[in-house]
């Protein structure tokens, strides 16, 4: 079995970021890069060498999807697990990412105590 | 009276006959008045044969056959009156009154003849014999009423020179006025007139050649057997006849130029009203030309409005997807609907040049007539682009709005919540009295943001569904669960009544925990403290029935009817004590019937409310398929080893075996079983396996046998190459390759799989044809046709077990069906916008009406229809 430990996490908004660092770290004890833009995520993940990348979907320059397939093509990573965190949750929306080929989608707004547990479990559900 | 039977001078012209002359001013009278009677008589004869109402045809046929006949009449007696004879004249009354109704009834005859619109050779042949003999007859018995007191021999000669000169003259003036309904109205003026001239000249000509004819000699007494007329009263007859036509001859040219005006305003107003539409509208003939584009969408395919848009063109504005070329001009639905095909709201590309496309919707009906005689077809084409630009703004605007609402409020309550956790440290009671307040409003803006999505969602219809079969217990169970925390802020308990029946529903289920918990946290938030939330699950008929009951004060009585409306709740204050959106319950009766099913409420003051949801059993019969029975092969094989070895590999593979060791055997058994396969050696010993095959081709139980042939004769084959098709399923060659018997034995197992039954949909309606295809796609095979006549196409050469019918068809009625349909024994459901007649109940099976039939009624009506034919199949 795998243990989730190494968390890539991608997301614009700095305020997100500091709760998802409070979420994820202090509560979750995941060992966490923060990126603030695909850019960033594209410099440091092969560095890093994450089990799960977790990425916002509506980011400036380039958005979640894109920055994914970008991730993709370098072979370390082109097969680590992926997960979505989106403010944009229309059904229609939501089916389009799923086929993007993630493990899950997580609608913001998320619950921050909740988050590391729902990690774990999706986690679980796939790899356990 | 005294009848002259010498009518002819056939001797030398008698000494003593009269000379008369005449009266050049008055000739010129009788003339005019010929001519104009016979204009009158031609004009009412084309109103005669244009007007299509029987009843309306009477009064032109009187109006002309009285012009004519008494118009005859007038100018013979001013004829007379022209004519100077060395006496005085009287005429006898009776001839007199008699040679006008002769005059009558013979052009009333020829007008009749000529009645209907279509012109055949020998109506108008005989219409000219007619009136040519009609003025005639009028003529020589007119001037019978003058024999009181001359005598009168005729010419023989000049007599038929009379005679003939008015049957050609007539003819003339017919041939005339037949042409006399076309071309523009000046042109159908001018065309009568030179008729009415020709035939005022036959009639003249006739008359005038019949005096020529007339050898007087005077009588030596006046012999009166009736009374006489003078002729100075007869010129008063003369005038009140001719009156009278003349009359008769305005009021019709009032009525025409009334009739006229009313039928262009009326046309003038259908096209004003055509070219006013905001729609565009192409029509057509039964024959599928186009006869009217209006100017709307002349316009919008930027043309002249002058030229004409051929079939062709036209329909290469229109396209049903972003590619360019219509692959097959007849599948474009604008063909189709101009064929008169029914199109409902086919979404299509109007692609006006390189530059401009424009998204338009088209409607396509054939026009038919009162008679059920289909005249052609309407399309109208209806510009949705910027319907759609503005709902596609809307979708980003709301998606945007939903979005950057939802950013902000993922770091409020990020915050609150993590504060709440003690991530940040242990609170004061006043500092966790606020940040409850904080949290909790932020949930109540959140499931707002949700709610008014969904809303959205619903009124677009775009609400998207990821129906599947599931427990009721697991989502009752969940949603109870889930709900318990929300409870306990209330001091509420939720408890389950009792057990939940094993049950599965077709749902989507995050809806359905939705509607749970909407309709749970509503129960928790109107309960009393201290009591207790009561959900339970119970079974009725094919339906579940969910309740989700409150100790409340119950819901008064005005507020009843607006309960499901949005942003309703009791008062407005009660919106922000309780927390509510206001539109939760408006969704969850979307949802719920939306999933077929029904949401209602009953409730008693100061008792409690009960929500209860009821939605139709899913059933598991539903997709399962029955284990086939082991099919029965026949062995048809001499060599006993050979046929050992291929019942033991044919058991192996599952099918029960049957050996016969020669064609008599064969025959034999299959005379007594009944075999789904059979495989056969082509030499046997008492004659050739290919003729065993042939007899079996004939015989309707074995046509389809499917065969395999197992052979040492590697050139058998070739004996029936030559277009004999007696379809074997495989040719196997000895020694028998086990592996390639077992192929075959494949073929042969999808061969014998139970054939779904096929129902054969007679429908116009496109989609319902495809929506219903699709709903019974699993239980049968659809065959869908548009018209009586491809129906009756299909139902000749194919079998089917169930026919499903509309009534109302393009080309005809579909009760003209039912006999035949009953002749072959088909079951059929009528399913139709209209009841069916009740003579025809007897030959249908059920009968369903669109209106008031539910997609469900109609499948479980066609399942059970499906299930008689198995039963059927099955006993036979």
Same mark, same amino acid.
């Given at each position: 079995m795998r243990t989730l430990k190494k968390i890539l996490y991608v997301e614009d908004e700095p305020d997100i970021r500091k709760i998802a660092q409070v979420a994820l770290e202090d509560i979750g004890q995941f060992d966490v890069k923060f990126c603030s833009n695909g850019q960033e995520a594209l410099d440091q993940a092969e560095a890093f060498a994450p089990d799960l990348i977790l990425l916002d979907v509506m980011m400036p320059g380039m958005d979640g999807p894109t920055t994914l397939e970008n991730l993709r093509e370098k072979p370390s990573l082109a097969e680590t697990p992926a997960i979505f965190m989106t403010a944009k949750a229309q059904t229609s929306e939501i089916e389009a990412y799923r086929k993007?080929?993630?493990l899950d989608i997580i609608i913001k707004p998320f619950d921050p105590m909740q988050l590391a547990n729902n990690l774990q479990k999706c986690w679980k559900e796939n790899y356990g | 009276m005294s009848m002259d039977l010498n009518f002819f001078q056939l001797g030398p012209i008698p000494a003593n006959v009269m000379d008369g002359s005449y009266n050049l001013g008055l000739v010129a009278l009788s003339y005019f008045i010929a001519v104009l009677a016979s204009y009158v008589a031609l004009d009412l004869a084309g109103r005669l044969r244009a007007e299509t109402q029987a009843k309306h045809k009477i009064f032109w046929l009187l109006g002309g056959a009285f012009a004519l006949g008494a118009g005859i009449w007038s100018m013979h007696f001013i004829g007379m009156l022209a004519f100077i004879m060395p006496m005085p004249m009287r005429y006898d009354f009776f001839w007199t009154a008699l040679s006008m109704v002769a005059a009558i009834i013979a052009a009333g005859f020829a007008l009749f003849l000529l009645r209907n619109e279509r012109e055949k050779f020998t109506p108008l042949i005989l219409g000219g014999i007619l009136i040519g003999l009609g003025i005639a007859t009028m003529h020589y018995m007119g001037m019978q009423g003058m024999t009181s007191h001359v005598h009168i021999r005729y010419l023989p000669s000049l007599f038929f020179l009379s005679i003939l000169i008015a049957i050609l003259a007539s003819e003339a003036a017919l041939w005339l006025a037949m042409r006399s309904n076309q071309g523009s109205l000046w042109r159908q003026f001018q065309i009568k007139v030179g008729s009415a001239l020709v035939m005022g000249a036959a009639i003249c000509g006739m008359h005038y050649t019949g005096m020529a004819a007339a050898v007087f000699t005077p009588l030596k007494t006046m012999t009166a057997d009736h009374p006489l007329i003078d002729p100075f009263n007869l010129s008063f007859y003369i005038a009140a006849i001719t009156g009278a036509i003349i009359t008769i001859a305005l009021l019709a040219s009032t009525y025409k130029q009334l009739m006229v005006s009313a039928v262009q305003n009326e046309k003038n107003f259908l096209n004003a009203m055509l070219d006013n539409l905001e729609d565009g509208i192409i029509a057509s003939d039964a024959k599928g030309k186009i006869t009217l584009i209006n100017r709307t969408l002349q316009d919008r395919l930027n043309s002249d409005g002058k030229s004409n848009f051929s079939k062709h063109n036209l329909i290469n504005y229109f396209h049903p997807d972003k590619k360019d070329a219509n692959k097959d001009e007849k599948q474009n639905p604008l063909s189709r609907a101009l064929q008169g095909e029914r199109i409902h709201s086919q979404e299509l590309l109007m692609k006006i040049n390189a530059d401009e496309t424009r998204d338009v919707v088209m409607d396509g009906q054939p026009i038919v007539n009162a008679q059920g005689k289909k005249l052609g077809s309407v399309v109208v084409i209806h510009d949705v682009t910027e319907r759609l630009r503005v709902e596609r703004l809307k979708n980003e605007f709301v998606s945007t709005v939903s979005h950057e609402l939802r950013t902000p409020l993922t770091s409020i309550r990020g915050s609150l919540s993590l504060i709440m956790g003690g991530a940040a440290g242990k609170l004061n009671q006043k500092t966790k009295d606020l940040i409850d307040i904080a949290h909790n409003n932020c949930e109540r803006l959140i499931r707002l943001i949700n709610d008014i999505l969904d809303i959205e969602k619903i009124e677009a219809g775009k609400m998207d569904f990821y129906v599947q079969p599931a427990p009721i217990a697991e989502l009752v169970n969940n949603a109870i669960s889930t709900n318990q925390a929300f409870g306990q802020k209330f001091n509420v308990k939720i408890e389950l009544e009792s057990d939940i029946p094993d049950i599965k529903v077709n749902v989507d289920k995050d809806r359905i925990t939705q509607v749970l918990t909407n309709l749970i946290s509503n129960a928790v938030k109107f309960s009393p403290p201290n009591s207790a939330v009561g959900v339970s699950v119970t079974k009725k008929n094919h339906w579940v029935v969910v309740s989700v009951i409150d100790r409340g004060k119950g819901i008064s009585e005005e507020f009843q009817h607006h309960i499901f409306q949005k942003f309703a709740q009791a008062d407005s204050s009660n919106m922000r004590k309780q927390g509510g959106t206001g539109l939760g319950l408006s969704i969850s009766k979307t949802i719920i019937e939306r999933l077929g099913g029904t949401l209602e409420f009953k409730t008693k003051p100061e008792e409690g409310t009960t929500f209860y949801f009821q939605l139709p059993i899913w059933r598991e019969a539903d997709m399962s398929v029955e284990a086939p029975k082991k099919a029965r092969i026949l062995i048809c094989e001499d060599d006993k080893d050979i046929a050992s070895l291929l019942s033991i590999i044919l058991q192996d593979n599952g099918f029960q075996v049957k050996n016969a060791y020669s064609i008599k055997e064969a025959k034999d058994l299959l005379r007594t079983t009944t075999f789904d396969a059979m495989t056969l050696d082509l030499i046997l010993p008492d004659g050739d396996g290919i003729s065993l095959v042939r007899d079996l081709r004939n015989n309707e139980k074995y046509e389809k046998l499917p065969i395999v042939v197992i052979s040492a004769?590697?050139? !058998?084959?070739g004996k029936l190459?030559? /277009? &004999? !098709?007696?379809?074997?399923v495989d040719w196997l060659y000895k020694p028998v390759d086990a592996k390639k018997l077992i192929n075959a034995i494949e073929h042969i197992k999808q061969r014998i799989k139970p054939d779904k039954p096929s129902i054969l949909h007679i429908e116009d309606d496109r989609d319902l044809l495809n929506i219903i295809a699709n709903m019974v796609e699993s239980d049968a095979k659809m065959k869908g046709v548009a018209t009586l006549k491809e129906a009756k196409k299909v139902l000749a050469k194919e079998k089917f077990d169930l026919v499903l019918l509309d009534l109302i068809l393009p080309d005809g009625s /579909? *009760? &003209?069906?039912l006999p035949e349909l009953a002749r072959l024994r088909i079951p059929v459901i009528v399913f139709s916008a209209f009841e069916l007649p009740?003579? #025809? *109940?007897? #030959? *249908?099976?059920t009968a369903l009406t669109k209106s008031r039939t539910t997609d469900k009624e109609l499948l479980d009506a066609i399942k059970a229809a499906i299930n008689k034919i198995g039963d059927y199949h099955a006993n036979a």
């Amino acid at each position: 079995m795998r243990t989730l430990k190494k968390i890539l996490y991608v997301e614009d908004e700095p305020d997100i970021r500091k709760i998802a660092q409070v979420a994820l770290e202090d509560i979750g004890q995941f060992d966490v890069k923060f990126c603030s833009n695909g850019q960033e995520a594209l410099d440091q993940a092969e560095a890093f060498a994450p089990d799960l990348i977790l990425l916002d979907v509506m980011m400036p320059g380039m958005d979640g999807p894109t920055t994914l397939e970008n991730l993709r093509e370098k072979p370390s990573l082109a097969e680590t697990p992926a997960i979505f965190m989106t403010a944009k949750a229309q059904t229609s929306e939501i089916e389009a990412y799923r086929k993007l080929g993630v493990l899950d989608i997580i609608i913001k707004p998320f619950d921050p105590m909740q988050l590391a547990n729902n990690l774990q479990k999706c986690w679980k559900e796939n790899y356990g | 009276m005294s009848m002259d039977l010498n009518f002819f001078q056939l001797g030398p012209i008698p000494a003593n006959v009269m000379d008369g002359s005449y009266n050049l001013g008055l000739v010129a009278l009788s003339y005019f008045i010929a001519v104009l009677a016979s204009y009158v008589a031609l004009d009412l004869a084309g109103r005669l044969r244009a007007e299509t109402q029987a009843k309306h045809k009477i009064f032109w046929l009187l109006g002309g056959a009285f012009a004519l006949g008494a118009g005859i009449w007038s100018m013979h007696f001013i004829g007379m009156l022209a004519f100077i004879m060395p006496m005085p004249m009287r005429y006898d009354f009776f001839w007199t009154a008699l040679s006008m109704v002769a005059a009558i009834i013979a052009a009333g005859f020829a007008l009749f003849l000529l009645r209907n619109e279509r012109e055949k050779f020998t109506p108008l042949i005989l219409g000219g014999i007619l009136i040519g003999l009609g003025i005639a007859t009028m003529h020589y018995m007119g001037m019978q009423g003058m024999t009181s007191h001359v005598h009168i021999r005729y010419l023989p000669s000049l007599f038929f020179l009379s005679i003939l000169i008015a049957i050609l003259a007539s003819e003339a003036a017919l041939w005339l006025a037949m042409r006399s309904n076309q071309g523009s109205l000046w042109r159908q003026f001018q065309i009568k007139v030179g008729s009415a001239l020709v035939m005022g000249a036959a009639i003249c000509g006739m008359h005038y050649t019949g005096m020529a004819a007339a050898v007087f000699t005077p009588l030596k007494t006046m012999t009166a057997d009736h009374p006489l007329i003078d002729p100075f009263n007869l010129s008063f007859y003369i005038a009140a006849i001719t009156g009278a036509i003349i009359t008769i001859a305005l009021l019709a040219s009032t009525y025409k130029q009334l009739m006229v005006s009313a039928v262009q305003n009326e046309k003038n107003f259908l096209n004003a009203m055509l070219d006013n539409l905001e729609d565009g509208i192409i029509a057509s003939d039964a024959k599928g030309k186009i006869t009217l584009i209006n100017r709307t969408l002349q316009d919008r395919l930027n043309s002249d409005g002058k030229s004409n848009f051929s079939k062709h063109n036209l329909i290469n504005y229109f396209h049903p997807d972003k590619k360019d070329a219509n692959k097959d001009e007849k599948q474009n639905p604008l063909s189709r609907a101009l064929q008169g095909e029914r199109i409902h709201s086919q979404e299509l590309l109007m692609k006006i040049n390189a530059d401009e496309t424009r998204d338009v919707v088209m409607d396509g009906q054939p026009i038919v007539n009162a008679q059920g005689k289909k005249l052609g077809s309407v399309v109208v084409i209806h510009d949705v682009t910027e319907r759609l630009r503005v709902e596609r703004l809307k979708n980003e605007f709301v998606s945007t709005v939903s979005h950057e609402l939802r950013t902000p409020l993922t770091s409020i309550r990020g915050s609150l919540s993590l504060i709440m956790g003690g991530a940040a440290g242990k609170l004061n009671q006043k500092t966790k009295d606020l940040i409850d307040i904080a949290h909790n409003n932020c949930e109540r803006l959140i499931r707002l943001i949700n709610d008014i999505l969904d809303i959205e969602k619903i009124e677009a219809g775009k609400m998207d569904f990821y129906v599947q079969p599931a427990p009721i217990a697991e989502l009752v169970n969940n949603a109870i669960s889930t709900n318990q925390a929300f409870g306990q802020k209330f001091n509420v308990k939720i408890e389950l009544e009792s057990d939940i029946p094993d049950i599965k529903v077709n749902v989507d289920k995050d809806r359905i925990t939705q509607v749970l918990t909407n309709l749970i946290s509503n129960a928790v938030k109107f309960s009393p403290p201290n009591s207790a939330v009561g959900v339970s699950v119970t079974k009725k008929n094919h339906w579940v029935v969910v309740s989700v009951i409150d100790r409340g004060k119950g819901i008064s009585e005005e507020f009843q009817h607006h309960i499901f409306q949005k942003f309703a709740q009791a008062d407005s204050s009660n919106m922000r004590k309780q927390g509510g959106t206001g539109l939760g319950l408006s969704i969850s009766k979307t949802i719920i019937e939306r999933l077929g099913g029904t949401l209602e409420f009953k409730t008693k003051p100061e008792e409690g409310t009960t929500f209860y949801f009821q939605l139709p059993i899913w059933r598991e019969a539903d997709m399962s398929v029955e284990a086939p029975k082991k099919a029965r092969i026949l062995i048809c094989e001499d060599d006993k080893d050979i046929a050992s070895l291929l019942s033991i590999i044919l058991q192996d593979n599952g099918f029960q075996v049957k050996n016969a060791y020669s064609i008599k055997e064969a025959k034999d058994l299959l005379r007594t079983t009944t075999f789904d396969a059979m495989t056969l050696d082509l030499i046997l010993p008492d004659g050739d396996g290919i003729s065993l095959v042939r007899d079996l081709r004939n015989n309707e139980k074995y046509e389809k046998l499917p065969i395999v042939v197992i052979s040492a004769k590697l050139g !058998a084959r070739g004996k029936l190459v030559n /277009g &004999e !098709a007696i379809n074997v399923v495989d040719w196997l060659y000895k020694p028998v390759d086990a592996k390639k018997l077992i192929n075959a034995i494949e073929h042969i197992k999808q061969r014998i799989k139970p054939d779904k039954p096929s129902i054969l949909h007679i429908e116009d309606d496109r989609d319902l044809l495809n929506i219903i295809a699709n709903m019974v796609e699993s239980d049968a095979k659809m065959k869908g046709v548009a018209t009586l006549k491809e129906a009756k196409k299909v139902l000749a050469k194919e079998k089917f077990d169930l026919v499903l019918l509309d009534l109302i068809l393009p080309d005809g009625s /579909g *009760v &003209e069906l039912l006999p035949e349909l009953a002749r072959l024994r088909i079951p059929v459901i009528v399913f139709s916008a209209f009841e069916l007649p009740k003579d #025809y *109940v007897q #030959y *249908v099976t059920t009968a369903l009406t669109k209106s008031r039939t539910t997609d469900k009624e109609l499948l479980d009506a066609i399942k059970a229809a499906i299930n008689k034919i198995g039963d059927y199949h099955a006993n036979a």
